[in-house]
């Protein structure tokens, strides 16, 4: 008789563990885990003896899916093998294992026989060159971090994406929403409305879509919203902002995130990004006007309210100043712009006087 993956202990709950009892009575015990071996376990629920094993079986290391049906040095090997390490599974974000995830899977199912070895630099560089910029960024990064787990495994002897560089990208990336733009989604979806309040989010924390639709009151404290972003894992604590409290005020229920979908459930990302731009279609915005063009919005706008590269930085999250200063720097110029025409203008009245 197969019995819960739950064991109880004297009221205590023990977790993994399924038991069945056979024909003669005798109980039996097994760690079962998804992904992880599978662990007979000794001795009674509670006993020393169990406990030990059950701890040790706590502490093994997941069984890395795929790996023993890969020959062993292909690249289906090799990239199996990556999903399961530290790596991958500990040292990126959720989000960048998510795509390097599809992009090392679509490369396995192309190149899966080859050997990661003997992969020259050459077949790189000639897959990087047919991709759009943006991509050959992504690319990149995936495969390095790949082929640099290889050679610390010893599956190969070197990083053959060590020196290539990327094409520099002639798009600057999304559209930054003018204040116009705002204005007309606003004079569509006016405070008291759900749209309203998600340009609100967007446009006055400056955080990213998967950040602003974990947001709710309990982010809240003193005036002050704090979140952890989900794609660096910067802690962020912005001041709540006039408009955005207003939006909240007016619109927010009592739901664990301030937006949420028909039936009162956050919003998964891309349905969020689907639902967003219905209601930019609906103010009759461009289809340039996109989700995270907002948080470019907001950089623009505390540039423009003479704020510091670091001061941005601080607000909107960002884990080096070159973007901050980007902002900044256009402002500046456009600053200096308007005050050279100013004093030519004067300089040209003074004359004709």
């Given at each position: ?10 009221g ?36 020393a ?40 599974c ?10 390097r ?9 192309d ?5 990661i ?63 116009d ?10 405070i008291?409305?759900k749209?309203?309040l998600a340009?609100?989010?967007l446009?006055?924390?400056?955080q990213?879509?998967g950040?602003v ?8 404290r003193?005036?002050v919203?704090t979140?952890?972003?989900?794609k660096t ?27 949420v979908t028909e ?11 689907a639902w ?12 340039r006007c ?8 907001a ?17 909107l ?6 973007e ?28 004709e006087?």
């Open positions: 008789m197969t019995l819960s993956p739950h064991t109880r202990n004297r205590i709950r023990i977790r993994f563990v399924q038991a069945w009892v056979d024909q003669d009575g005798r109980a039996h015990h097994y760690f079962r885990r998804a992904g992880y071996p599978r662990v007979a376990l000794p001795g009674l629920p509670g006993s003896e169990f406990m030990a094993a059950y701890q040790a079986a706590l502490g093994t290391p997941p069984t890395v899916v795929g790996v023993d049906r890969n020959r062993p040095g292909s690249v289906s090997h090799a990239v199996a093998s990556y999903f399961g390490s530290t790596d991958f500990n040292h990126l974000t959720a989000s960048t294992q998510a795509i995830r599809v992009l090392l899977e679509k490369f396995r199912r190149y899966g026989d080859m050997q070895a003997s992969m020259p630099r050459k077949f790189i560089d000639t897959l990087l060159s047919t991709l759009r910029p943006g991509a050959q960024k992504n690319w990149l990064k995936a495969l390095r971090g790949l082929l640099q787990y290889c050679v610390v495994e010893g599956l190969c002897k070197e990083d053959v994406t060590a020196t290539i560089k990327h094409a520099s990208s002639e798009s600057r990336g999304f559209h930054t929403w003018t204040d733009e705002i204005a007309q989604f606003e004079a569509r979806h006016p008291g409305t749209p309203r340009l609100a989010l446009l006055y924390t400056g990213r879509r950040d639709i974990r947001m709710g009151r309990q982010h809240i003193d005036g919203l979140i952890t972003q989900q894992g910067t802690t962020v604590a912005v001041p709540v902002h006039p408009e955005l409290r207003a939006a909240i005020d007016v619109n927010a229920g009592a739901n664990l995130t301030f937006i039936r009162g459930r956050p919003f998964p990302g891309h349905s969020f990004t967003f731009r219905k209601h930019c279609d609906d103010a009759g915005l461009p289809k996109v989700v995270h063009g907002l948080r470019k919005a950089a623009r706008r505390l540039a423009e309210a003479g704020c510091t590269a670091h001061e941005i930085m601080a607000i999250g960002h884990t080096s100043l070159r901050a200063e980007r902002y900044t720097k256009a402002f500046d110029r456009a600053k200096l712009a308007r005050s050279g025409m100013a004093r030519m203008a004067t300089a040209r009245s003074q004359v006087r």
